[in-house]
């Protein structure tokens, strides 16, 4: 695994022992499994998860950060800033919150700092050196989020890799998200399970070479 890690940054970034930081955001939808990813990324090199994941829609509301994450090998110091963005909705509505029991007040309150999180990912656009774009490979992906998302981070030149996640599950159908989205390379994974995560990095490494 770190040989992947490895390989992957230096590939991009060509960078020597006095690299400056670079910076990884993870975006997509709410529920695709951002944070289950930022964490395996964070156990490999820190030994500490990311954040806490939810059923719950819109479990991650700010940006998470996780600085500095360092690897030392064969005469390099890598530094990493991963970014885990709250999920980009259309819209948020207390009401989707209330049947995980939460009060209506609590609910109100997690609309608005959902909304208020959606807004942070956007602008948090400009700070990336390049994405994954995570999506659930259990559901269709020819959804206006998606899409809103791919051309908002295309528009800004920012490189793109979509991660194909949940294809541990039997219905996953990655195949779908290949034909709506062929112009940019699939790595399907599960987050959950650790399946094919090293691949992550060597298909951001061949995007960018």
Not at 6 to 13: N, Y
Not at 124 to 140: G, K, P, Q
């Amino acid at each position: 695994m770190f040989d992947a890690i490895f390989g992957f940054f230096r590939r991009i970034f060509g960078f020597g022992s006095k690299r400056k930081e670079i910076s990884l955001g993870l975006y997509g939808s709410p529920n695709v499994g951002k944070t289950t990813l930022a964490n395996a990324i964070c156990l490999d090199l820190l030994g500490e998860p990311m954040g806490k994941v939810s059923p719950v829609p819109h479990e991650t509301r700010l940006v998470q950060k996780k600085e500095k994450l360092v690897m030392k090998m064969n005469g390099y110091s890598i530094s990493m800033n991963l970014l885990d963005m709250p999920g980009i909705a259309i819209k948020v509505d207390y009401r989707d919150f209330l049947q995980y029991g939460i009060s209506i007040e609590e609910a109100q309150g997690r609309a608005k700092e959902a909304t208020r999180g959606i807004i942070e990912a956007v602008k948090f656009m400009s700070n990336v050196d390049a994405a994954l774009v995570v999506l659930d490979a259990t559901t269709d992906p020819y959804s206006q989020i998606n899409a809103t998302i791919l051309g908002n981070l295309e528009a800004k030149g920012i490189p793109i890799v979509i991660v194909a996640n949940k294809m541990d599950l039997p219905e996953a159908r990655a195949e779908l998200i290949k034909d709506a989205f062929p112009q940019y390379p699939v790595v399907e994974i599960s987050a959950a399970t650790g399946q094919n995560i090293e691949a992550v990095y060597d298909a951001i490494a061949n995007k960018l070479n």
